[in-house]
């Protein structure tokens, strides 16, 4: 999927049509076009409005005044007339308390006005004693006007509580709602909040606006938690074979290790099963370090990522632990506790041999191995302390101090990043591989010059450098020299004609150029070149399907084909999230959405994933709750922004190419947007690329390719 060090770094995200209404992330266009000011809820309600129902008038009971006809009037005429007097009387009553009960909130509002919150209170408490319906519209109001009291005084438990009793009478009561959203938030219940905000966003058609940026406030800190705590549960698996070997191939010591030839697995097996020294023995210890640094480098080679990580790390165990790590590194099962001393001993023998016997790579080589693999599945102190240890043993280890570089950037440390590759030209001045990843770094901070003399300097020192090459091409592209960033790609795909990269992001190149056939060709042919197991491939074309023909099924298909070659390929699962959503799939797309956050890794791709999971959510919880109030509100906006897409037409775009989180040689993030909304720019390199160096990356996702993650309805 891409060279960074997070495959999450290499989401391609559809913006789905604007005929979504059902996607909270809609609310953006209208925001953005038609945002009138709501009703301010810091202010309190006269009345709701409604539309009265006229009562049935009464039969007419006819009466004869005076004489014989008066005398004829019969018993049962009477008697109705009697309880016609009655009815009269007791609606005189109901009347009478009616208005006793308007005049007490008219008097409340008065308070309220001059700021006499506890006065005003008193008055609205008597307005809802006196009022005879309690499921009267106006005792909706009495409970709102009190709630919004109580929240001045910022007694917000009283305050919900009474927006509870209020949406019991008028369940689409917005101010109730906002009230109770804004009090919720208070007392920290932000997924209660977010729930209200986003009822209150729904049936004021996207214009209350403490309704959406209430939610907007709100989904960025639940995305935000839910993220970080994410991040703190361990991984249970590294990121695709294919992202780790594109990330793997843009170290040229890496590619030089791994084209020697070695023995066959089944060898080195046979040859550590049939070890017969002492097994907690300084020698049994360094041959077993053999063979499983020699079955890592075979493994990684074929691609097999998760047993060669296995062996890294079954390699570290027979090493003292790293020093800066108060936790054990992980152990795989077999493991032989050597004891201290003993490990010890086996550092220093390894260090200081070599020959027959002696591993094939030197420990610091094995350690920073085991700190790579930690760091793709997101275990970042164990990672830090792997490259921390390495350098500690080679301090001129430049792949460490790169790979530690990135690592610094993911945890958002830019001094720190850039600290480490002024170290590694000090060791190494005309390594192509610090010019390649450091002019990553630039493009991500924004600068496109120094970005340009990297990586042209990685180019001519590394001309075997797909990544190198790619980087550069897109970096042209995005400077608009769009000539000269086709002759790189055309270049590249001579140099290197079965690279399904080098194929993927011509095309993307191409889309953005609107050369729309020219680009499936190219997708076609990383698909044919790849035995049609390159993930990404398989996306862009149901990207284009979708945009040639609106084929939401055939778009479908290929994200599922994607799927099924890539099961980890994140990048699918987010736009089978937002095709489902455009099929009106709430479920289904929260279920895709599930499924990518648990493959993503970068805490602020996670943040964009996750708000796009709880804006989705919550709108499935309100239609399962209340089907009759939300599923018209939501069918409503799904008809005008459809014919909002209709009058707009579409428009096809692909932003940011080769862009990644990283600065360890990532070949970026691949995006192929399609909007049927509001025609948008593709986003520039500049504010986007800052913003992602900053932290702060932004979420492009459905309805109108949102352009913050504060906005982040997605």
Not at 190 to 203: Q, Y
Not at 457 to 473: E, T, W, Y
């Amino acid at each position: 999927h891409g060279t960074t060090m997070s495959s999450s770094s290499l989401k391609a995200r559809l913006a789905i049509a604007a005929g979504v209404g059902v996607a909270v992330g809609v609310a953006v266009y209208l925001r953005r076009r038609s945002l009138r000011l709501a009703d301010a809820v810091e202010t309190v309600d006269t009345e709701i409005a409604v539309t009265a129902t006229p009562e049935k008038p009464s039969a007419a009971v006819p009466t004869v005044v005076g004489g014989a006809a008066e005398k004829a009037v019969p018993e049962a005429s009477l008697t109705a007339e009697a309880s016609e007097e009655g009815s009269a009387a007791a609606k005189s009553e109901v009347a009478a308390a009616q208005e006793a009960a308007k005049k007490a909130k008219e008097r409340g509002n008065k308070r309220f006005q001059g700021k006499q919150f506890e006065k005003a209170i008193e008055e609205y408490t008597e307005a809802i004693r006196l009022a005879p319906d309690k499921t009267d519209k106006d005792v909706a109001v009495f409970y709102g006007n009190r709630a919004q009291c109580y929240a001045l005084l910022e007694r917000h438990e009283q305050a919900e509580a009474d927006c509870d009793e209020s949406l019991k009478v008028a369940p689409d009561y917005v101010k109730a709602l906002c009230r109770r959203a804004l009090a919720r938030e208070k007392q920290n219940k932000t997924e209660a909040a977010l729930l209200d905000f986003t009822a209150a966003a729904l049936l004021s058609a996207f214009t209350n606006e403490v309704g959406v940026k209430g939610a907007d406030r709100v989904l960025k800190l639940i995305a935000k938690d839910k993220a970080e705590q994410r991040l703190s549960e361990p991984m249970r698996h590294l990121p695709s074979s294919s992202f780790i070997a594109t990330f793997i191939d843009s170290f040229q010591s890496h590619r030089s290790i791994l084209a020697l030839g070695r023995r066959p697995l089944p060898i080195i097996s046979a040859e550590l099963a049939a070890l017969q020294l002492p097994a907690d023995s300084v020698a049994h210890a360094l041959a077993r370090a053999s063979c499983l640094c020699e079955a890592a480098l075979v493994r990684m080679a074929s691609g097999a990522f998760e047993e060669a990580f296995l062996d890294w790390l079954a390699v570290c165990a027979l090493l003292p632990p790293p020093p800066t790590l108060s936790l054990s590194l992980p152990r795989p099962d077999g493991c032989v506790d050597l004891g201290i001393e003993t490990q010890q001993q086996a550092l220093s023998q390894w260090k200081e041999g070599s020959g027959e016997g002696m591993p094939c790579v030197p420990p610091a080589y094995a350690l920073a191995m085991s700190g790579m693999f930690l760091h793709l599945r997101g275990n970042y102190e164990e990672a830090m302390a792997c490259y921390d240890y390495a350098l500690s043993l080679e301090p001129g280890q430049i792949t460490v101090l790169l790979k530690r570089a990135s690592l610094w950037f993911e945890k958002e440390d830019l001094p720190k990043a850039l600290a480490d590759f002024d170290l590694a030209i000090e060791h190494q001045p005309e390594c192509a591989d610090i010019y390649c990843h450091r002019g990553q770094l630039h493009i991500l901070q924004n600068d496109a010059g120094a970005a340009l003399i990297d990586l042209r300097k990685a180019v001519q020192l590394d001309g075997d450098s797909v990544l190198a090459r790619i980087q550069l091409g897109m970096a042209l592209h995005r400077q608009g020299q769009t000539s000269e960033a086709r002759r790189i790609f055309e270049e590249a795909e001579l140099k290197f004609p079965n690279s399904p990269d080098v194929l993927n992001y011509y095309g993307e190149l191409l889309v953005e150029g609107n050369e729309l056939d020219d680009a499936r060709r190219k997708f076609e042919k990383a698909l044919s070149i790849s035995d049609k197991r390159f993930a990404l491939a398989h996306v862009n074309l149901g990207v284009l399907q979708l945009h040639a023909s609106s084929d939401v099924e055939g778009a479908i298909e290929h994200c599922g084909t994607a799927i099924e070659v890539d099961p980890l390929c994140e990048t699918a699962h987010v736009h089978m999230a937002h095709l489902l959503l455009q099929k009106i799939d709430l479920e289904g797309a929260v279920a895709s959405y599930d499924k990518a956050v648990a493959l993503l890794r970068m805490k602020q791709e996670l943040v964009d994933c996750f708000s796009m999971r709880e804006a989705t959510a919550a709108q499935l919880q309100l239609l399962h709750e209340q089907p009759l109030i939300y599923g018209p509100a939501m069918e409503q906006h799904r008809a005008k922004f459809a014919e909002i897409a209709a009058s707009a037409g579409g428009q096809e775009r692909l932003g940011d190419g080769v862009r990644g989180k990283g600065c360890g040689g990532q070949a970026g993030q691949r995006r192929v947007w399609l909007a049927l909304d509001e025609p948008l720019a593709p986003p520039r390199m500049d504010g986007d690329a800052r913003d992602v160096a900053n932290g702060a990356h932004q979420g492009e996702g459905i309805g109108s390719l949102l352009k913050s993650a504060e906005a982040a309805w997605c």
